[in-house]
């Protein structure tokens, strides 16, 4: 993979997330430095102790798409509160969003048997409002792999690689295990994934340095990235390209 040839980040916080470090202004200006053409913003939604109120997202509108030549979309990541696959945004809410993300935080979810979890995490797949899931590989809930990337390629979502799992300081020990098989499944099966930086501060943006040699070991293609076409990765979530 040529990163120098990634024209999307789309899983970022600003400070409005209560514990990221740059404005909105400051994470797109930092995504044009790195030459970026899309920046998708993900503020955590209400179930993450201090992120911004709802009010935030039905106020999106006033937010230029364009800044500093990179186009903005601005989203959620929505929290996945249990195994019946609740989530802590309402479906009107959601409809004030230009994309979703939706992961399991150990903040605000209730675990159940690794069977339930995947259950609960196939329905928010299914779910026609989901675009994205974050981080399924870090390890937060037990699950099991193949159904999930199965129901993803089904229903055309998104299974995140994340680059901030994998740093040594989170002590997410079963991330890299996680990332590879999920990385070997959606090889096997010809599902795409999207690298995501979870940035928290504007240098992190596009910022997926543990990556490379969980693409390596997998020999993971190319063609299964949808990070190196912003039409492409419109594309295959049916947003407005």
């Known amino acids: 993979m040529d990163f120098n040839k990634i024209e999307l980040d789309v899983h970022t916080h600003t400070i409005a997330s209560g514990h990221a470090f740059s404005t909105l202004q400051e994470m797109a ?12 913003i993900t503020e955590h939604a209400p179930g993450i102790p201090g992120t911004c109120d709802p009010i ?17 979309m601005l989203g959620a990541e929505i929290n996945i509160l249990n195994p019946q696959g609740d989530l802590d945004m309402s479906r009107k809410m959601m409809q004030y969003l230009d994309f979703t993300i939706a992961g399991i935080h150990s903040l605000c979810y209730r675990h159940g048997t690794k069977e339930e979890n995947t259950a609960g995490l196939i329905k928010v797949i299914a779910n026609p409002a989901i675009n994205i899931i974050s981080h399924p590989g870090d390890g937060t809930a037990e699950l099991e792999f193949e159904p999930i990337v199965l129901a993803a390629k089904e229903h055309h979502t998104l299974l995140e690689i994340n680059n901030s799992s994998l740093k040594p300081i989170r002590h997410k020990e079963s991330a890299r295990a996680n990332n590879v098989e999920i990385l070997r499944l959606c090889k096997k099966y010809d599902v795409p994934v999207i690298l995501g930086s979870d940035a928290h501060i504007s240098f992190d943006i596009a910022n997926y340095e543990f990556l490379p040699p969980l693409l390596g070991e997998t020999e993971f293609p190319d063609s299964l990235i949808v990070n190196s076409s912003v039409d492409r990765f419109k594309s295959y979530l049916g947003l407005t390209v």
């Open 29 to 40: 200006a930092g995504a044009s430095e790195k030459g970026l053409k899309l920046l998708g």
């Open 56 to 72: 935030y997202f039905r106020n999106l509108h006033v937010v230029p798409r364009m800044m500093y030549g990179v186009e903005l």
